[in-house]
């Protein structure tokens, strides 16, 4: 009789392995749908923010998390100046920024400058 209960209790520990298997699968599928629908897209707003404020440059029109719109005046690395209305200027730290509604066009560089100057020389030649 000994003989008989040790391989029911070894035919139970096999399938105990499976069973444990079975009932972690659904945690599993949960985990893979949370990340999915949840945590992977809240990662690539999260990347997208910080290009956004990265680049914020000075005329750039914005919209702060209070809900205030101006336009940067000076840019400093933490913080940014932002003129409100004609003589209101208020300090906001960069990451504050929810929104960018208009952007000026990049400053082309001096060095660009003078190589356009160096070609109307040449084609008036």
Do not use: C, W
């Not at 391989?7 to 990340?35: D, K, N």
């Amino acid at each position: 009789m000994p003989a008989i209960l040790d391989s029911v209790t070894l035919a139970a520990a096999g399938g105990g392995m499976g069973g444990l298997m079975i009932q972690l699968l659904p945690f599993i599928l949960i985990f893979v749908v949370f990340y999915f629908l949840l945590i992977r897209p809240q990662q690539q707003r999260v990347k997208k923010h910080r290009e956004m404020v990265e680049s914020l440059r000075r005329g750039d029109e914005v919209v702060t998390s209070g809900g205030l719109i101006g336009k940067i005046t000076r840019v400093a690395d933490n913080e940014l100046t932002v003129e409100l209305a004609q003589g209101v200027r208020v300090k906001v730290v960069r990451h504050t920024i929810s929104e960018v509604r208009a952007r000026t066009e990049p400053s082309r560089s001096r060095r660009a400058d003078n190589d356009d100057d160096d070609s109307d020389e040449e084609a008036r030649s």
